[in-house]
């Protein structure tokens, strides 16, 4: 339960054994647990509350005993510790521990929300964690349940137990912070037995997130742990059926948006951090979204003090399933949790720029998208994708993710992006060099309509990009009254591109259309470029024939070439002769600026596979009565 005013009262005592004394004078947890500044306990959870959580140490004033005495355990620590964790003898360590020092502290103090349990007792003990060592006598870190025991008319019902861990420089404190969030209901995210992990470094309840730091002996110092995600900052127990508790609410996106600002996640205020989209018709009986997606903009250089150690910048997409919530008693909420990665959309490991290697420390180290890695789409035909896990169409598309920052600008959209944009009195204004992505998605919309400015001087140069197999599009340019201007032409190419240079300053539309199929998942790319062209002596470079030879079992050999110095040519054509000098195959381009391709698939006009040999190809560029032209051999084989 969270205290209205913020203010969490921690009892913090020290226990030694007699094979393992203590070695940290007091002042140092102290330091650890409640100091302003620096790392602590406190700075912590004050930063990732945005301000709403204050942990203080209570009536006692720090931790108990004072100065550098520690209370004695009954036992040797190879006791408490021995196997893996023994739930048990940790239960029994903790009671002798608020044994001990029951005379000297009035436990009832520490219950500030009156409900008959202390709120909470951190118990540390001499020696080191086995989760930092593998040791097996030394204690594992856990909140230990189930401590049920009575002092001064109030129960201590839970507690922290964590290591003083004199092996290390400092303890790894974000695993205190880890275990502290355990006493608030949180759950672990993991996954089974530490494979497939969901949260891993970009959480505090995953299984790198309280590790993130300097690494000493393979293994982070947990000085500069990552932050809570935003799930658990919203619901502490990722249990919806509870309630939602938490220190943020999300914003709700329930319609397209473009250029929608997201701030960064570490620092305050706490009103816009997280924002959230649900995957239609995945609704619980009481009418709550049980599906969606969870966007935050994670930034290591914020000026926050934790987060700087994450993997990498950018906006994290999770994607949250509460359709089936872990049961009852499993502290592991990996199953309704996952991070969307494009770098490695199953979780094998496979690290950022070595697609070769195979490394489970790395899950999700890539996830962030931003431009910056050149990730900028989350739609159905990404990879991963939107669709819900049961894998229904989400039509859900967040799009333009821009450049890592304090603000990083998306785009979200609910099947076709940028409705309404059907009509001529509708087209969506577009900027030059920017991307929109898109879908022709049924027979209820089969044009989609877009409008820019232009002046005389510049080739705008429009790129349309097709990822389907199943629809058909034209794509054209057309003055404001809905004339069509040019048109590109047609090509088994996933690539339609149409060139044209305004004769006047004015507003044109840029027309796609479905000629005939749709798809709800097969996007479109569109970009429009001004280029402001130069005049001067045409000219034709970096021409290229690939593969040559071509073996006539191949599909088709690519020829290439460039127009450079941002100059125009009003056509390209490719021309192939036989040794002999007849013409046996040609294809003409209008309107052509910068690099440029044709195919062909070595067969004639009558789509007669050629015969096996040399021929020889021109391509030729012509601006006006300027022709340029370069020439050159390619060779037929089987």
């Avoid at 204690?139 to 025991?149: A, K, M, Y």
């Avoid at 996106?253 to 018709?281: A, G, M, R």
């Avoid at 996830?367 to 990404?382: G, I, K, R, V």
């Avoid at 509708?426 to 879908?439: G, K, L, N």
Wanted: net charge negative; charged share 20%.
């Amino acid at each position: 339960m969270l205290q209205e005013d913020g203010i969490e009262f921690v009892l913090a005592i020290k226990i030694d054994f007699s094979d393992q004394p203590g070695q940290r004078p007091g002042a140092a947890f102290n330091q650890y647990l409640f100091a302003d500044e620096g790392v602590s306990l406190h700075t912590y959870y004050r930063e990732v509350s945005y301000g709403q959580m204050d942990i203080q140490p209570g009536p006692m004033g720090g931790v108990v005993p004072k100065g550098n005495q520690w209370i004695r355990a009954q036992k040797a620590m190879s006791y408490y510790g021995e196997g893996q964790i023994n739930v048990r003898r940790s239960q029994e360590l903790v009671r002798e521990a608020c044994a001990a020092v029951d005379e000297m502290v009035d436990f009832s103090a520490y219950d500030r929300d009156g409900d008959g349990i202390v709120d909470h007792v951190f118990v540390i003990h001499s020696g080191d964690d086995q989760a930092s060592t593998t040791e097996m006598n030394d204690i594992w870190s856990i909140l230990v349940q189930n401590v049920n025991r009575e002092f001064d008319g109030v129960w201590v019902s839970t507690a922290v137990l964590v290591g003083e861990e004199p092996s290390f420089d400092k303890p790894h404190l974000g695993i205190y912070f880890h275990e502290f969030f355990h006493d608030f209901g949180a759950p672990d995210v993991y996954g089974g037995n530490f494979t497939g992990p969901r949260d891993h470094k970009w959480g505090l309840m995953g299984q790198f997130g309280p590790y993130q730091g300097e690494i000493i002996d393979g293994i982070g110092n947990g000085l500069q742990p990552s932050h809570i995600s935003g799930y658990l900052k919203w619901d502490f127990d990722a249990r919806p059926e509870n309630g939602r508790v938490g220190w943020i609410q999300p914003v709700e996106i329930k319609e397209n948006v473009t250029n929608l600002s997201i701030p960064s996640f570490e620092l305050p205020p706490h009103d816009n951090k997280l924002f959230k989209v649900d995957i239609p018709d995945k609704i619980s009986e009481f009418g709550d979204s049980t599906e969606f997606f969870l966007i935050e903009n994670r930034h290591r250089k914020s000026g926050a003090l934790f987060d700087t150690r994450l993997p990498e910048s950018g906006i994290l997409i999770w994607h949250i399933d509460e359709t089936d919530v872990r049961p009852s008693g499993v502290v592991d909420a990996a199953s309704q949790i996952w991070l969307e990665d494009p770098n490695d959309p199953r979780h094998f490991g496979i690290p950022p720029g070595d697609p070769d290697t195979i490394d489970l420390r790395t899950v999700t180290d890539g996830a962030a998208y931003s431009a910056d890695d050149n990730e900028t789409s989350f739609t159905p035909a990404t990879s991963p994708n939107s669709n819900a896990n049961d894998g229904t169409i989400s039509k859900i598309s967040i799009t333009n993710i821009g450049f890592e920052g304090q603000e990083i600008a998306i785009s979200v959209a609910f099947g076709d992006t940028y409705e309404p944009n059907d009509a001529l009195t509708e087209a969506f204004p577009i900027e030059f060099d920017q991307t929109y992505e898109s879908f022709i998605a049924d027979e209820n919309d089969v044009r989609d309509l877009y409008q820019f400015n232009a002046i005389p001087g510049q080739a705008i140069v429009a790129t349309l990009i097709v990822n389907s197999e199943t629809v058909d599009y034209q794509f054209s340019i057309l003055d404001k009254s809905g004339r069509y201007i040019a048109t590109a032409e047609r090509a088994e190419t996933t690539e339609l591109q149409v060139i044209f240079q305004p004769e006047q300053t004015d507003t044109y539309l840029i027309s796609v259309e479905s000629l005939s199929g749709f798809s709800e998942v097969d996007s479109y790319l569109l970009t429009v470029n001004a280029v402001e062209t130069r005049s001067g002596q045409l000219k034709l470079a970096r021409v290229r024939a690939f593969p040559n030879p071509m073996r006539l079992e191949h599909n088709e050999i690519i020829f290439s070439y460039t127009i450079p110095g941002f100059q125009l040519a009003e056509e390209a054509e490719l021309e192939i002769f036989n040794v002999a000098g007849d013409l046996v195959h040609t294809q003409v381009r209008q309107a052509v600026i910068g690099s440029h391709q044709f195919r062909w698939n070595g067969k004639n006009a009558d789509n007669e596979t050629l015969a096996t040999g040399i021929y020889i190809f021109v391509i030729s560029a012509s601006q006006g009565d300027d022709i340029v032209q370069q020439i050159g051999t390619i060779g037929l084989a089987r």
